[in-house]
């Protein structure tokens, strides 16, 4: 005699057809009749973004066809339309249009390269690591793997392992990993009352104005005609900008560029880069919003002629990533509630190219006569 199936609550793995709970087709094999999946998201996925859900919940769905079906509308978020960086919720349902899936490839996962990071802090609940410039911190758009997913595979043991927050591709340094589900839900809240301290180290191009200790300019995220994502800066009245704040203060100068550290008050989407830009000053190696002509002659390399710039000292004459570093970070334990501090020092690269730069110039005090 067959056994009664006792009714579960639905989850992020559960289809919910109209008046009924049931569990949703394995996604991992073709389906003979796809149908429209509503998935109603549980503690497990609450806080993850769009996109990263999807890739998750789609085995075998190619990430250009999880983007598109986003971008178009077909998916649906408590029936509204949602962008790929839109963070669930405990109980969002999540419509997913009719799919016809293949199986993905068995050795698809073992393609993620086990790897462990430079580890700056860990106990039981939380890691805090010291991110390399060029990887992303998870797997999305055009990027098949990140930090998250190599940690993942380097540590099969580990029962739960969660971004805490996020740092940009081309941005190095301090980076939290929440090691338990209550920490990343307290980690988080930090983040979002703005009760965490982060500074960052960026060199810009030309000379910081010591006046200039705000920024307080307004930023709107968008999508491109290509659907990437981009931010700019806002000014006035507009509803579709959320204030953005940065104090910025000049650690040193140099003859053509300044290095800064840069405390953000508000952690918007490419907010350092973009403030800064604004002002007239970006990143060097910012391929975004910095001085695309500077970017291409440091990247171009070779013993050419460069204002400010001793080629001879850098490798291969050229410099090719985005000089903006996490430096510094401070948040309150997520049990213990202790005042933590976290430093990772500038990587070799970085102090390479401070090194390859010319002093700004003394600047003679009036009725001081030299020489």
């Known amino acids: 005699m067959a056994a009664k199936k006792a009714a579960r609550k639905p989850t992020a793995a559960t289809a919910v057809p109209a008046g009924a709970n049931a569990p949703v087709p394995n996604l991992s094999r073709p389906q003979a009749a796809a149908s429209v999946q509503r998935l109603v998201i549980d503690e497990g996925s609450a806080d993850q973004r769009l996109d990263n859900f999807l890739i998750k919940v789609l085995k075998g769905a190619p990430k250009t066809l999880v983007y598109r079906i986003i971008r178009s509308g077909e998916v649906r978020v408590n029936k509204g339309r949602a962008s790929a960086d839109t963070r669930l919720a405990l109980g ?9 899936l293949t199986e993905k490839p068995a050795d698809e996962a073992s393609a993620v390269p086990a790897r462990e990071f430079p580890v700056l802090f860990e106990d039981e609940v939380m890691l805090v690591i010291d991110k390399p410039a060029g990887v992303a911190v998870h797997g999305g758009s055009g990027v098949s793997f990140g930090v998250i997913e190599q940690l993942r595979r380097a540590r099969p043991q580990a029962r739960f392992l969660e971004l805490v927050h996020r740092l940009d591709k081309e941005t190095s340094g301090v980076l939290v990993i929440a090691k338990k589900r209550s920490a990343l ?14 500074t960052y180290a960026a060199l810009v191009s030309g000379q910081w104005p010591e006046k200039k200790k705000v920024v307080d300019v307004a930023l709107h995220k968008f ?82 002629a460069l204002p400010g710039v001793d080629r001879q000292r850098l490798p291969d004459g050229r410099w090719d990533r985005m000089f903006l570093h996490a430096r510094y970070l401070r948040l309150p334990h997520p049990v213990t509630g202790e005042a933590l501090t976290f430093e990772a020092p500038l990587p070799p690269a970085c102090q390479a190219l401070l090194a390859a730069l010319a002093p700004a110039k003394a600047v003679g005090k009036p009725g001081v006569s030299r020489g």
């Open 92 to 100: 969002d349902e999540v419509r997913v249009p009719p799919l016809r």
């Open 185 to 198: 839900t307290t980690l988080q809240d930090c983040f979002r009352h703005r009760t965490v301290h982060k």
């Open 223 to 304: 999508l491109t005609a290509e659907g990437e994502r981009r931010v700019k800066a806002v000014v006035g009245d507009d509803d579709e900008g959320r204030r953005s704040i940065s104090l910025v203060s000049v650690v040193r100068r140099f003859e053509a560029f300044s290095l800064l550290d840069v405390t953000i008050k508000t952690g918007r989407t490419h907010q350092i880069r973009v403030h800064l830009s604004h002002e007239g000053h970006g990143i060097v190696g910012d391929e975004k919003y910095g001085d695309f002509v500077l970017n291409k002659a440091l990247a171009r390399g070779g013993d050419g």
